[in-house]
């Protein structure tokens, strides 16, 4: 290999963005199958890698983590995080918000206050990202949630109708600027009327370009606008616009659509390469190239980097992928990167176990429970009472990635300390479920309450239809008529909250939150247990005692 073509194969590397885990040791990784070891980490820097996105571990080894890739690096890379909900999301010691969709409950009742939290929302993320070393964030989501049945935007999107989210974002994009901060709206040009997981399958969408310039491209044309840095694509097919590949394969959407038509010139990504929803069809090795032709500037989580580097190598030698759009995708990239400043190794030096507080200050803790605060519903605020024969049934997507429900949490200790024995389902456990439609929950199976039914549900991905058959409105419906529920409390979907209050007597305490964080499940717990608080207190140290010791 000549000079030539070895400075060559380290550019087109220079395009590709791979996931790695936030702990700094192979053995800790809890996604070997997405996250690269270090050892073949460290060859790609050496060939020229363009950036990691990390996952896992605490806002503390992200810091170690940064650095530790500017040492390995001769040139500056993108780090960049799926932070849509803030540090705290992802990384522990960082502030997690309620998701975006809580900002949408309160512009409905007072568009002003929702715009203020949208900017400090941004420039939370953007200052905590900063400080971790992030350089990138993914976010925010552009997409609008029309379809109710979404399994993977919900509330992750910022509203369900174009010019809430274009307001909000733009507030949201303002803040995080601010903070010397990337930013990417996604998932273009709109995954939010979908009915089916790009993580899992291909979705389809039956929209032609009159309905999408008035209503799914009008966030992302603002973001634009507002001089958004990169877009993320994504894995969805149009069918009336490209009928044989995805958006984030066709020259239809990318180079036509969001280039000419859109006039975008920033930084163009595509989402995740080794989703189903391409790999099922496509190699590492044709999905690269074909995103590439496609215009995309940045290849995204690819299965396998190196045949996906090798792939695009060849493509260019070949004559197939062009010099110049090689070189055009670099420029864009080099010119984002010159805006941010590479974390330091002596930033990182200068932080010791005593400044941890560094990452998140007193004043992102009291905004993240303003969120909360305001973005709860409640339908009846009466009191719950003690039940020595209680049951606090607790509803969730899986109890492995479950942070919101480790010990102590008060959707377990505040109920308990009322009396109620707390039973967890998730898909995993024995199913509660009889097959009479009318009268589906098994009582035999789970007791006989009365109970607290708590339901932690939202858009996951790989979820995919798993919740659609879940009868919890029959199961409302069953308790009432046996007079046997005497709370009801949703955490994550709105929707599944606003099907369920439709068939709720008048009288039956209940209460929603967007957030599923400890902090959100006590803050919407608290006011229905007042009555019972000298008890709660006892019950909750007790209970704390026990788990401690």
């Not at 990202?129 to 993914?138: E, S």
């Not at 024995?430 to 939202?458: A, Y």
Request: net charge neutral; glycine share 6%; charged share 25%.
């Amino acid at each position: 290999m000549t000079s030539e073509e070895r400075v060559l194969r380290k550019e087109i590397a220079g395009l590709f963005i791979v996931r790695i885990s936030g702990h700094s040791h192979d053995h800790q990784r809890n996604y070997p199958q997405w996250e690269l070891n270090n050892n073949d980490l460290k060859k790609l820097i050496d060939d020229g890698l363009g950036g990691v996105i990390v996952w896992g571990g605490s806002s503390l080894e992200i810091q170690k983590r940064s650095n530790d890739i500017n040492k390995w690096s001769s040139k500056p890379m993108f780090f960049c995080a799926d932070v849509e909900e803030g540090i705290g999301q992802r990384f522990d010691g960082g502030t997690w918000l309620t998701p975006p969709m809580a900002l949408n409950h309160i512009y409905k009742k007072d568009p002003q206050k929702a715009l203020i939290f949208a900017q400090r929302y941004g420039q939370c993320i953007g200052k905590q990202a900063r400080r971790c070393g992030i350089n990138l964030v993914l976010g925010p989501i552009c997409d609008i949630n029309s379809n109710k049945k979404n399994p993977v935007i919900n509330v992750r999107a910022w509203g369900e109708d174009p010019l809430t989210v274009s307001n909000l974002i733009s507030k949201f994009y303002k803040g995080i600027s601010k903070e010397g901060v990337l930013s990417c709206a996604k998932h273009f040009p709109g995954h939010g009327d979908t009915d089916s997981d790009s993580h899992l399958v291909l979705p389809e969408i039956d929209h032609d370009l009159n309905r999408l310039n008035n209503f799914e491209l009008v966030p992302f044309r603002k973001a634009i606008d507002l001089g958004i840095e990169s877009i993320m694509t994504a894995h969805i097919k149009l069918k009336n616009l490209d009928q044989h590949y995805p958006a984030s394969l066709s020259k239809k959407v990318v180079r036509q659509l969001l280039r000419k038509d859109l006039k975008f010139e920033g930084l163009i990504l595509t989402d995740a390469l080794m989703m189903d929803a391409i790999s099922k069809k496509y190699n590492s090795a044709e999905a690269a190239v074909l995103a590439f032709e496609a215009g995309a500037d940045i290849i995204l989580m690819p299965e396998n980097p190196f045949e996906a580097i090798e792939a695009i190598y060849q493509a260019t030698i070949s004559g197939r992928i062009s010099i110049e759009q090689i070189k055009e995708s670099l420029d864009r990239k080099d010119k984002l990167l010159s805006k941010v400043a590479s974390p330091s190794i002596e930033s990182y030096q200068k932080i010791t176990l005593d400044r941890l507080e560094d990452i998140e200050e007193k004043k992102d803790r009291s905004f993240a429970k303003e969120l909360i605060i305001n973005s709860l519903e409640v339908h009846h605020n009466g009191s719950i009472t003690n039940h020595s024969a209680g049951i606090n049934f607790i509803r969730i997507d899986s109890s492995i990635n479950s942070r919101f429900l480790s010990q102590p949490a008060p959707a377990i200790i505040i109920p308990e300390a009322a009396g109620y024995k707390t039973i967890v389902h998730d898909p995993m456990s024995i199913s509660p479920w009889d097959e009479n439609q009318e009268s589906p929950l098994s009582l035999d199976r789970i007791g006989r309450g009365p109970f607290i039914i708590q339901l932690f549900s939202r858009g996951n991905p790989f979820r995919g239809d798993k919740d659609k058959n879940e009868p919890w409105k029959q199961a409302i419906k069953q308790l009432q008529s046996q007079n046997l529920l005497n709370g009801l409390f949703v955490y994550g979907n709105p929707y599944l909250w606003e099907e369920l209050c439709c068939c709720l007597k008048s009288t039956i305490p209940a209460g929603y939150s967007p957030g599923q964080m400890r902090e959100a499940q006590e803050e919407l717990l608290k006011g229905f247990f007042q009555k019972e608080k000298s008890v709660t207190r006892v019950s909750q140290d007790k209970l704390l005692r026990e788990f401690t010791d």
